[in-house]
Structure formats: C-alpha cells, structure tokens
C-alpha cells in the first residue's frame, strides 16, 4: 500500500520530469495522487510556520483547466506569488528564461487567509508588467472587475509542494520557485482597493 511519502514522491516527478507542460499527459493519475495526498497530508494554515511555508513564488505545473490563462506547457512560465504577510498575491504569466524579466501578463490581487485551508482572493489590477529601468518598475496596469468572490483553497503545502483548489473547482498543482524574489517581482505600489473596477477578473 503507498505511503504518503511515497505518493507525494510520486506525485513530484511526474511534475518535474519532461518539462512544462509533460504533466498533462498523466492527468488522470496526476488527479489520483491529488486526491490521495489530500487525504493523506491535509494542510492547516493555522499551524505555526504555515504561513511562512506558504510565502513565496510558486510554478503552476498541471492544472485540471482547459483556460489558457491556466495553461502549462514549455513557451510559458506561469507563476503564482503569494505574500499572506503583505495581504498579496499576483499571477504572473511570461516568457521562460532570460525574456522573462522583460515583459510579463499580471493579475494583482488581494488575499486573506480565512480558515485552515481558505484563502480569500479579491483581484483588483492586471496588465502589463515590465522589466525595472534603474529603480523603476515599467508597467501599465488597470482596475479589474470580481463579480463573485474567489478563494483558493490550500490542501497540500510543504516546502516544495502546493496543491489547492479553486472557486469554480479546478485543480492546482505548483512547485516552489526558491530562485524567484517576491519583492523583485511584486509592482512595488499596492492597488488601493477603493478605486472603482472596470475589467473582468479569472478564476482564482
């Protein structure tokens, strides 16, 4: 009978090995090790140092979703920063490699952590997000609109490993990215959330 780490081992090669996007060809097991090391290694963000595991830039490497915004694959990185100490997040999608610091596709947002497992996601600004020019951070982004609330919800963290689940139900599989900077990539203005909204907003 597996074990939870063996599972979890598991489950990390198949997000790792072949590169971005080779996940998706094992989706249907990938799905059985979610669930499976949900069950086996639920998290609990209110436990000491969750919070803290939780911080960083995190990879998204398979994704239950057929929305392009939430795709893998080898032309795109597509990163998630969470900063609950700040009360922020963004999604950051861009080019691999050394073109990636030059131009990227962001979606702001505010979090809050709210439970054990969930955390508000309130989207306020996306847009275009540049490279730094000295100690300015070129980018044109506008207010988005949230129609419904957002959250995500946090089954599995480890230092490596986050596995969660969206408000409209898709998986999440994400490795953490322990060479990208949340400060270096976070615009260094947060959006004030009373300016009025007026763009829709993705899925969490």
């Known amino acids: 009978?597996?074990?939870?780490?063996?599972?979890?081992?598991?489950?990390?090669?198949?997000?790792?090995?072949?590169?971005?996007?080779?996940?998706?060809?094992?989706?249907?097991?990938?799905?059985?090790?979610?669930?499976?090391?949900?069950?086996?290694?639920?998290?609990?963000?209110?436990?000491?140092?969750?919070?803290?595991?939780?911080?960083?830039?995190?990879?998204?490497?398979?994704?239950?979703?057929?929305?392009?915004?939430?795709?893998?694959?080898?032309w795109i990185e597509n990163l998630q920063l969470l900063a609950p100490s700040l009360g922020r997040g963004m999604n950051l999608l861009r080019l691999p490699g050394p073109l990636g610091p030059v131009a990227g596709i962001a979606v702001e947002a505010a979090i809050k952590v709210e439970s054990s497992?969930?955390?508000?996601?309130?989207?306020?600004?996306g847009g275009w997000l540049g490279p730094r020019l000295g100690d300015i951070r070129l980018q044109l982004l506008r207010r988005v609109q949230q129609p419904f609330p957002a959250w995500l919800?946090?089954?599995?963290?480890?230092?490596?490993?986050?596995?969660?689940?969206?408000?409209?139900g898709t998986l999440f599989a994400l490795l953490r990215r322990p060479d990208l900077s949340i400060t270096t990539l976070l615009p260094e203005t947060p959006a004030q959330p009373e300016t009025p909204a007026d763009g829709p907003a993705p899925e969490a």
């Open 1 to 74: 009978m597996p074990t939870p780490t063996s599972t979890r081992e598991e489950l990390l090669a198949l997000l790792r090995e072949g590169g971005r996007g080779a996940a998706n060809r094992q989706a249907e097991r990938l799905r059985e090790l979610f669930v499976a090391l949900e069950r086996a290694m639920p998290a609990d963000l209110s436990a000491p140092g969750a919070l803290e595991q939780l911080e960083g830039v995190w990879e998204l490497r398979w994704s239950s979703s057929s929305q392009p915004y939430l795709a893998v694959g080898p």
């Open 117 to 125: 497992q969930r955390v508000q996601v309130r989207f306020q600004r």
């Open 153 to 168: 919800d946090i089954t599995v963290l480890d230092d490596e490993l986050r596995l969660c689940r969206g408000n409209a």
